[in-house]
C-alpha cells in the first residue's frame, strides 16, 4: 500500500509540473502576443506618421511652385507686350491649377489619390502621357537650375 501511496504522490508531482509547466508557457505566450501587438501598433503608428508627413511635404512642394510661378508670371506680365500678356494669363492659370492640386494633396489620403490616378490614367493615356512628359521636364529643369 505504500507503494501505491508513494506512486500516487509521484503523480500528484508529474501533474503539479505540468500545470506549473503549462502555467508558465501560457505566460510567456502572452507577453510575447502582447510584445508583437505592441511592436505592430508602433509600426502602423510611424508609418501612418511618415504618410502624412510626405503628403504635407508634397503639398508643401506644390504651394511653392504656385508661388513661383505666380511670381514669374508676374514678372513676365510686366514686360508690356501681347505676348507677356499670354504668359502671364497662362502663368496664372498653371499656378491655379497647381494650388488646387496642392489643395487636393492635403485633404485626400494616399489611397484615394492612387485610386483616382488609376482611374485617370486609364480613362486618359494619350492625356496621362503628355503629363508625364511635362512633369519629368519641369522636374528635370529644376534640378538643373538648382545647380
Avoid: Q
Avoid at 75 to 96: I, P
Avoid at 107 to 127: Q, T
Amino acid at each position: 500500500m505504500s507503494d501505491t501511496l508513494g506512486m500516487h504522490d509521484g503523480v500528484s508531482e508529474f501533474k503539479g509540473a505540468v500545470r506549473d509547466a503549462s502555467s508558465s508557457a501560457k505566460s510567456t505566450l502572452a507577453d510575447a502576443a502582447s510584445r508583437v501587438k505592441e511592436k505592430v501598433s508602433e509600426f502602423g503608428t510611424s508609418a501612418g506618421e511618415a504618410l502624412h508627413s510626405g503628403r504635407m511635404a508634397t503639398a508643401g512642394a506644390l504651394d511653392n511652385a504656385a508661388k513661383g510661378l505666380h511670381s514669374k508670371a508676374e514678372r513676365a506680365g510686366r514686360a508690356g507686350h501681347e505676348a507677356a500678356d499670354t504668359v502671364n494669363r497662362v502663368g496664372h492659370d498653371a499656378a491655379d491649377k497647381i494650388d488646387i492640386g496642392a489643395k487636393y494633396v492635403r485633404s485626400h489620403g494616399a489611397r484615394e489619390i492612387m485610386a483616382d490616378v488609376e482611374h485617370f490614367v486609364k480613362n486618359n493615356p494619350g492625356k496621362s502621357l503628355i503629363a508625364a512628359v511635362a512633369v519629368g521636364f519641369l522636374v528635370g529643369r529644376s534640378l538643373r537650375s538648382a545647380d
